[in-house]
């Protein structure tokens, strides 16, 4: 049987689509009567009863017998990124034959961090690099040394 004109006054769920919810405590031949699905009697037949996760019954409880030992630290998970990061697509506007030194960097914006400490991490990219530049950075990539080098740029690793 298929409708012709579906319109909002004949939409209805198709049949057995929606389920009437049980009605608890109607009598004994429901199979819902007198405990209701409560079981007997006590704390958790009562309305609002029950006890929170995790409680024992005053026992001290599994969370609190068990020992605290250990720690782990969240930069081993994580990991942590000791360096300003820049790729060298960002270098292309520094004018030739210019040193690039975490103050330059600075000075260009690319320095998030404020901190002197946080060494700067050159990384290569796809984007055009043709610049002759000497660069003093903590750490490089070996792609964007090899495209510095061959721009006829140096690459000079500074500790830090």
Same mark, same amino acid.
């Given at each position: 049987?298929?409708?012709?004109?579906?319109? =909002?006054?004949? =939409?209805?769920?198709? #049949?057995?689509?929606?389920?009437?919810?049980?009605?608890? @405590?109607?009598?004994?031949?429901? @199979?819902?009567?007198?405990?209701?699905?409560?079981?007997?009697?006590?704390?958790? /037949?009562?309305?609002?009863?029950?006890?929170?996760? @995790?409680?024992?019954?005053?026992?001290? &409880?599994?969370?609190?017998?068990? &020992?605290?030992?250990?720690?782990?630290?969240?930069?081993?998970?994580?990991? %942590?990124?000791?360096?300003?990061?820049?790729?060298? !697509?960002?270098?292309?506007? *520094?004018? !030739?034959? $210019?040193?690039?030194?975490? /103050? /330059?960097?600075?000075?260009?914006?690319? /320095?998030?961090?404020?901190? =002197? #400490?946080?060494? *700067? #991490? *050159?990384?290569?990219?796809?984007?055009?690099?043709?610049?002759?530049?000497?660069?003093?950075?903590?750490?490089?990539?070996?792609?964007?040394?090899?495209?510095? %080098? $061959? $721009?006829?740029?140096?690459?000079?690793?500074?500790?830090?």
């Amino acid at each position: 049987m298929a409708i012709k004109n579906i319109t =909002l006054s004949n =939409l209805k769920p198709n #049949k057995g689509a929606r389920k009437a919810r049980t009605r608890v @405590g109607r009598g004994e031949g429901s @199979g819902h009567g007198k405990t209701s699905g409560k079981g007997g009697k006590g704390q958790t /037949a009562r309305s609002g009863g029950g006890v929170r996760a @995790g409680f024992e019954g005053g026992q001290m &409880p599994l969370y609190r017998r068990l &020992p605290k030992v250990g720690f782990t630290s969240r930069v081993g998970v994580r990991g %942590e990124n000791k360096y300003n990061v820049i790729r060298l !697509s960002a270098l292309q506007n *520094v004018q !030739s034959g $210019a040193t690039v030194d975490i /103050a /330059a960097i600075q000075a260009l914006g690319y /320095a998030k961090r404020s901190s =002197l #400490k946080a060494g *700067v #991490k *050159v990384l290569s990219d796809n984007g055009e690099f043709n610049k002759k530049l000497h660069l003093k950075v903590n750490a490089i990539s070996a792609g964007a040394k090899a495209r510095v %080098e $061959a $721009a006829g740029g140096t690459v000079e690793i500074i500790a830090g």
